[in-house]
């Protein structure tokens, strides 16, 4: 019902509240029915005389309230009364194209979630095959990886032009164990640890759950600045240096080959170990060399799974300096953690046997680039920063806007981002976001969050903020 026009003079609620209640009671009173399409939130914005985030939100309150739904590339639909308020049998609603408490989860940097069935079969597949070995997966494994676990990451890593001995290789539960493990054994409590100033937030809570000083070195469009880092080599006598170098959580920067070769070679003459979390470096089809393959004699490379395949896939492959630095890496992730799930481990190993596990990340990639053209199409032209690949936005905040101000405004209408007092190491945060675009959000709210927010970045606050 696209010519729907609620009138909003005999209300005394705020007019978003008004909107809700209106299509509850047109919907009591038959004016609407299960199956009507509203009009577009622009539409009925200009028809009603009102602010484009007044129908922005009273669209959130009715959905909040079973009211309507969105389908995807389609619009928004009305579903029907919650159960209570039914008062005869209604045609049947229509499906929700999403999870209606997942629409505008822009908070986790997650990557796309398939949605392929010939991609999700596939998965089901590879996991059925596990399961005919189930008894013996229930059993403790060899530490740091079985042989065919090892094989496989071997085959993964050597995607990332990296072949390191088998010996130099390890299986953890994760990306965050990993990197508990290296920082413990490279620095003690009150050692400093170098790293960008703009970092992943993992690395902060593991630095202060050690007790280690993080210190942030400032950046430039390439990362860090190889001065600053030679400076603070000179002055602090660092434990090591924590980079994110491929696709940055959250700036999205990549640190060109060039600059990465400069890095290490301050590096290797301060003797200051490089901790490369590679947690993106699937991503790129052709990105640079990682850190591991410049100066693999001073690299703890970490390659999570979370970003490439699934974040449930709570596995990372870990290639250490040499043979000698492993001991005590080994020794400090059987102490913290036993083992990485056998039966994670053999999942992934028969997806990067079977080709599963490319299969994901040629959809990651792929959705990847379409979000990110949306995003492109929809925000304001220079309003963010972000990669064609990278699965979140970096929005610097435009004049009158702070952080918590916007960040508050939209968290009105369920959409949650992340202030950059999160990723800040030292100083005062920048007035900037993280907006992410993957998980189980389809492009529809993935869309329909991007409309909102770039209504929010191209008016005032006190304008946005007008709902009654």
């Known amino acids: 019902m696209s010519s729907w026009t609620p009138d909003l003079s005999a209300s005394d609620k705020p007019r978003y509240l008004a909107i809700a209640d209106i299509i509850a009671s047109d919907l009591k009173n038959g004016l609407l029915v299960p199956g009507d399409r509203l009009p577009p939130q622009r539409v009925l914005a200009r028809r009603v005389g009102v602010d484009f985030t007044t129908v922005a939100r009273g669209y959130a309150e009715a959905q909040k309230r079973g009211l309507i739904e969105s389908r995807v590339g389609q619009g928004t639909y009305v579903v029907g ?10 045609r049947p609603s229509v499906a929700s194209a999403f999870p209606r408490a997942q629409v505008v989860d822009l908070s986790m940097n997650l990557p796309p979630e398939p949605d392929d069935p010939a991609l999700i079969e596939r998965m089901r597949a590879g996991l059925e095959e596990v399961g005919r070995d189930l008894v013996s997966l229930l059993r403790y494994q060899g530490f740091g990886g ?6 496989a990451a071997s085959l993964w890593l050597g995607r990332r032009a990296l072949v390191p001995a088998q010996e130099r290789i390890f299986v953890s539960p994760g990306a965050h164990a990993a990197l508990l493990g290296i920082f413990g054994i490279l620095a003690k409590p009150g050692d400093v640890v170098l790293c960008e100033e703009i970092t992943y937030p993992g690395a902060r809570s593991i630095a202060a759950q050690l007790g280690l000083r993080l210190v942030g070195l400032p950046m430039d469009d390439d990362g860090i600045d190889p001065d600053a880092f030679a400076d603070a080599c000179a002055r602090l006598a ?9 696709l940055q959580n959250p700036t999205t920067l990549t640190v060109p ?19 490369e979390d590679d947690a993106y470096g699937f991503i790129p089809v052709h990105g640079p060399a990682p850190f591991a393959a410049i100066a693999p004699d001073i690299t703890w490379h970490v390659a999570g799974l979370a970003k490439c395949i699934g974040a449930g896939i709570r596995a990372a492959y870990v290639v250490a300096p040499d043979v000698r630095s492993g001991w005590p890496f080994a020794a400090a992730l059987r102490a913290s953690s036993v083992m990485a799930s056998p039966l994670t481990l053999a999942l992934v190993t028969r997806w990067i046997e079977d080709g599963t596990a490319d299969a994901l990340l040629r959809f990651i990639r792929t959705e990847a680039a379409a979000r990110q053209v949306l995003a492109a199409e929809i925000l304001p032209a220079a309003s963010f920063k972000a990669d064609p690949l990278s699965f979140n936005l970096w929005i610097p905040m435009p004049d009158g806007w702070t952080r918590s101000a916007f960040i508050g405004h939209l968290r009105m209408t369920g959409i949650g981002v992340v202030a950059s007092d999160a990723f800040t190491v030292n100083g005062n945060p920048p007035e900037a976001v993280r907006l992410c675009l993957g998980g189980p959000t389809p492009r529809a709210g993935i869309r329909h969050a991007l409309e909102y927010v770039a209504h929010a970045l191209t008016e005032s606050p006190t304008v946005a903020s007008i709902v009654l």
């Open 81 to 90: 009364l919650p159960e209570p308020e039914r008062s005869a049998p209604q």
């Open 146 to 151: 079985a042989p065919a676990d090892k094989d």
């Open 238 to 246: 660092p434990k090591g240096l924590y980079l994110n170098p491929t």
């Open 257 to 275: 080959e060039s600059r990465r070769a400069e890095i290490a070679a301050i590096a290797r003459r301060c003797r200051v170990p490089i901790v």
